[in-house]
């Protein structure tokens, strides 16, 4: 089973391309639609990896972000930012707030999930059905 990704995103369209596109990968995904909610499934299912928006309903990225990061259940889970590359001032601050990547929208496909291949590994990328056994594993 691969990684769980959890999204974080109140604009309906851009929740259901990601989750469409990950779920197609055979990612396992969930989908909050406020911030709040966000924490809630962060806490509930401790996913291999979170995606936030920023500006969300209820509670902003942001703070989403600052909880989730200082608390010791979830600290460690990777939060990936995804907002607009307008909005400049986002970066500095998601990165304050503790987010490990900061990602523009609009998104370029292709290249976030490259990006998710690299974070989880081959290991993780190939337990669907792919042949392992031509790998040599260095001890
Ligand atoms: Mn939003």
Same mark, same amino acid.
């Given at each position: 089973?691969k +990684?769980?990704i =959890?999204?974080?995103?109140?604009d309906?369209?851009?929740r259901?391309? =990601?989750?469409?596109?990950?779920?197609i990968? @055979? $990612? +396992?995904?969930?989908? &909050?639609v406020d @911030?709040?909610?966000?924490?809630? =499934?962060?806490?509930?299912?401790r996913? @291999?990896?979170?995606?936030?928006?920023?500006?969300?309903?209820?509670m902003? @990225?942001?703070? &989403?972000?600052?909880?989730?990061?200082?608390?010791?259940?979830?600290?460690?889970?990777?939060?990936?930012?995804?907002? &607009?590359?307008?909005m400049?001032?986002?970066?500095a601050?998601?990165?304050?707030?503790g987010c490990?990547? $900061?990602?523009?929208?609009?998104?370029?496909l +292709?290249?976030?999930?490259?990006?998710?291949?690299?974070?989880?590994? +081959?290991?993780?990328?190939?337990?669907?059905?792919?042949?392992?056994?031509?790998?040599?594993?260095?001890?």
């Amino acid at each position: 089973m691969k +990684p769980t990704i =959890l999204i974080v995103e109140d604009d309906p369209q851009n929740r259901k391309l =990601l989750s469409e596109l990950l779920a197609i990968k @055979g $990612y +396992p995904v969930l989908e &909050a639609v406020d @911030g709040s909610q966000g924490v809630d =499934l962060a806490f509930e299912h401790r996913p @291999g990896l979170i995606l936030m928006d920023i500006q969300l309903p209820k509670m902003d @990225g942001f703070e &989403a972000l600052r909880i989730l990061k200082n608390d010791m259940r979830t600290r460690e889970i990777p939060i990936w930012v995804l907002t &607009a590359s307008a909005m400049r001032d986002d970066a500095a601050r998601s990165r304050f707030c503790g987010c490990d990547e $900061y990602i523009t929208k609009p998104l370029d496909l +292709p290249d976030l999930l490259s990006r998710i291949q690299r974070l989880f590994g +081959p290991a993780a990328e190939e337990q669907d059905g792919a042949a392992r056994s031509d790998v040599e594993v260095p001890q």
